[in-house]
């Protein structure tokens, strides 16, 4: 808990500090350890390899002190390790001795009994006298033709210069390893402080940002790491958010633009009408005027609410199964008159056999009659509109193609923005408030199905509605209670 206070950095380095401490703790030990077997092991096979040549010795050459002091000098060479021999049986009666001994070599129980089996054995011990360090010592049972002859040679070597050297190499260590630790440790302490510069650096352009700043993009840093990672992930959601906002911005205004002309219309309407004294049919006409824009905003003011409850999911799917026969004949007919009035002909291209697919029937209409509604929106007299249905091994397939203006490429990436126009200009006799092709989207999401767009300036454009059977992803989620739920027999068609 009280950790959670100490910032990143100082934690960081204080774990690093406690690593490195048991880590140099461990190297040391171990360090120790090694030097002191070795060391220890040297000492055994010298007096190993001199015992055995005493031993070799016995019954060539014999045992005299100058003989043993000679194997003595050769195994153990001219260092400060004074080494001495004694040729002893199993009562302890000494045979032959080098002139050097000032400590008395026990025979101990475990030396005579592996000396009975044949086996040396290495023993230590303590000096009775204050300050003497403690002696090594091997006992070597004489062997002659393959038996123990009973005798027993004897060679110790006293261990100071041995701990000594231990005594200095811990010396050394204990000196080295803290020192070694300070250094790591401030070390550590600047490489952390020094690889939080980029997160500091990623903080500070943070903070600069605003609404109203969002083109501000974070410094990546020159490593290619996790830290390079995450700055370029929150540029790309810096850029999500910045597309968002203008098209937020946009959104607003195109919304205040189209509840702006009918209040106008009403407005004026209205004060026109009470100026003066009219007859009752013109405050008929007027009225009726008023309806009509009455009708036009309440459109809007539907239409965004259905594409705000579509967007985030809260429509109730009655999932069923649709022959697309009737289905098609059925979204056809409500919009043909729209067709014969412009002289744009409504070709229906569908397979012999009956095509059945997984969805809400309403929504999938109102889909359907936008995207054609569309197609004969942006269509010219005596055009062609075709509507051809197909399918493959997972999805239906409903693909219009008309033969209009086309839509330009630097404007297909936003036609399905609430109110874009990819000519800009606001042609409201045209009909429609701009929200059909996102409509038609969001709709069709709900069924986790895809609209592609194929369009040419001057030639025309291609809407192909993709929707999988139900099996092929996950499904649409059931809102919530108190939800919102559009009853699929009176969803009726949006213009664009």
Known sequence: MYLNRIPVRLRLSLGHAVWMALLFAGLGFGLYRVVQHNLFQSVDAALLASARSISDARFVRGFNSPLMEEFLTRFFGERYIRPYAQLVDLSGKISAKTENIRVSLPVTPLAVANAERGLET?????????GASPFR????????QGRFTGELIQVGAPLDSTLGSLHEIGLVLWLALPIGLLVSVVFGYKLTKHAFEPVTNIRMAAAKLGVNDLGVRLPLPPAKDELRGLAGSFNDMLDRLEDAFKRLRCFSGDVSHELRTPIAVMRAEAEL????????????????????ETTTMTTIVEDLLLLARAESRALAMRWEDIDTIPFIRQVVEPIRPVFEKKQIELEIKDEAAPILFTGTSGFVAIVLKNILLNAAKHSAPTAKVTLEVSRNLTETIFKVTDQGEGIPESSLPYIFDPFYRADTARNRSAGGAGVGLSLAMALVRLHNG??????KVGVGSTFAVRIPDRQAGTLAQVPKPGSLTVATNSASPVLV
Not at 125 to 130: D, I
Not at 137 to 144: A, C, H, S
Not at 274 to 280: E, I, N, Q
């Open 122 to 130: 290495f023993e230590t011990f303590k000096r009775s006298a204050r």
């Open 137 to 144: 010592q091997i006992t070597l049972p004489v062997v002659y």
């Open 273 to 292: 009408a009470l100026r003066r004294d009219r007859s009752p049919e013109e405050y008929r006409e007027a009225l009726k005027n008023i309806v009509n």
């Open 450 to 455: 895809t609209i592609d767009v194929a369009s």
